[in-house]
């Protein structure tokens, strides 16, 4: 197979005026065909239990497409067995890309990818080169197969024996690939509280959606290389942040709620342990909850509303603005303030384009962000303000942690939630290239300071 340079798009690519081919709008046209063909399926009276609107259906395949996991109905009693498993199906084909499954396929029957088609999948994989796209999906493939199969032994160990065979192996199956998808669907109207206390469910599941959530290629790369400093500067953050922001967030969550009667305060201590970790790193996209969210005190809310914006890695199951983009974020702003010339990471230069690429992920997610809580004010203005903030930030990172008020929106509530969804998992960036046309800039201007601060 032919090795392309990052900055070289094929012809096709080149030079377009028009965007209606562009891989953006594939990606995006995609998801909402899948949105569209899920919701008419959900809508089949073998599909649900008793009546179901259009709306609602398109509300549960919109969070289960974009792998959120708000729901406006329970899952368990307003489905079937058959309405269930379309929600798998949905889930895990939004979770790692329709884009993926397509090349798969055309491995499978014709052996070879087209290069266009690569192009597109690099697209949805967020990868920079070309020539790692297929490595990548093979070894995704097979990761994934040993990944959910892994989590549907040990969680059929832990409920078959509870449940009985059938239920107990359902439910080890819906909640290993609504976990590893990050796409925090429950068979249980209090999402996994119940094991609230309990060790191997905790370990099982946050070991599903954090390994769904660190990214392909920090996956990849660590089945090759298995050492720290042998991994790229990608992976070394990834892991870094990752580990910072679940012990981070779990002790400051330990420190707000430990005496909150009604979310730590009940708990022993090992219980509290087990509660504040799964919290802390269920909120980086997950959406499981084993504590009320509507419990929760305030400062913990807002602690977590930073954690669902900044999400998990780039190229995985997660949304949010990502673990690199915040880490590079802070290390342009710790450049500027130390006088630097330029962007260090762990030893190595940022490239300037991409602090540019991370500013504007940012400040378009946080403009999206603001223009939905906006709308929401309007037309939900009986709900509590921080309530509203912690629906908002939870639909654009595609969390689905909810403080309960998701079915009790406004149908233009609902509505746009539905679109911050499709947002947060298309990506802002995405959204960007497909408002402005490309265009070819031969021309420089004179520069000229501005006053900033």
Known sequence: M?????????????????????????LALGFLALILIGAAALC???????PLSFWDALFTATS??????????DTASHFTYLGQGILLVLIQLGGLGFMTFGVLVLLLLAGRVSFSHQFLVKESLNQTQLSDVMRLVRHLARFVLVAEGAGILLLALCWVPQMGWQKGLWHALFYTVSAFNNAGFALSSDSLSQYVASGPVNIIITALFMTGGIGFAVVSELAQKRRFKGLSLHSRVMLLGTLVLSLGGMALLLLIEWHNPATLGGLDTEGKFWAAWFQSVTTRTAGFNTLDMGALLPASVMLMLLLMLIGAGPGSTASGIKVTTFAVLLAATRAFLLRRPQTKLLNRAVPAVLVFKALAVTLLSLMLIFLALFVLCISDSDKHFL???????????????SRGITADLSPLGKGVIMVMMFLGRVGPLTLGFLLATPRSHQIRFAEEPVAIG
Do not use: N, Y
């Not at 089949?44 to 008793?50: A, D, K």
């Not at 289960?64 to 109905?73: E, F, Q, R």
């Open 2 to 26: 032919k090795q392309w340079h990052q900055s070289i798009r094929p012809r096709q690519w080149q030079g377009q005026r028009s965007l209606a081919a562009s891989p953006p709008m594939v």
């Open 44 to 50: 089949l009276p073998w599909s649900r239990v008793g």
């Open 64 to 73: 289960a497409v974009t792998v959120t996991g708000l729901g406006v109905v």
């Open 387 to 401: 309530d509203l903030c912690f629906e908002v930030v939870s639909a654009f990172g595609t969390v689905g942690l």
